[in-house]
């Protein structure tokens, strides 16, 4: 089994930064897939990010290229979803998740999930 638990969401003006921390327990996810998901009020949820088991190949949906970066330090059992110039439109409770196979852009392709994390942007 592999808990994730999700960090450092809260109230930003749009324009602003956050960055959200991501940290597994029970087993070590450094062989794993970690991505990143989001849900808006009144919408279903919807891919954000994903990384590969070492780092490479990051991918993320069109709305957010150029203004997130993901990222992961396996020693530390740890991803990161660093968001500059927020918008209102990112508003949503953002969820961790970590995945065996190769990166996926729908949620049946992940494994195991967290809790989630409020992101408000205020404008």
């Known amino acids: 089994q592999v808990q994730l638990v999700e960090s450092g969401g809260g109230l930003v003006q749009a324009g602003g930064s956050l960055r959200l921390s991501c940290a597994a327990s029970?087993?070590?996810?450094?062989?794993?897939?970690m991505g990143w998901f989001r849900q808006a009020p009144g919408k279903e949820r919807e891919f954000v990010a994903a990384?590969?088991?070492?780092?490479?190949?990051?991918y993320y949906t069109d709305s957010v290229k150029g203004r997130f970066t993901i990222s992961r330090d396996n020693p530390k059992n740890t991803v990161y979803l660093q968001m500059n110039s927020l918008l209102a439109e990112d508003t949503a409770v953002y969820y961790c998740?970590?995945?065996?196979?190769?990166?996926?852009?729908?949620?049946?392709?992940?494994?195991?999930w967290g809790q989630g994390t409020q992101v408000t942007v205020s404008s």
């Open positions: 998740t970590a995945g065996i196979r190769p990166w996926g852009n729908t949620m049946n392709q992940y494994n195991y």
């Open positions: 990384i590969s088991w070492n780092g490479g190949s990051p």
């Open positions: 029970g087993r070590t996810v450094s062989t794993y897939t």
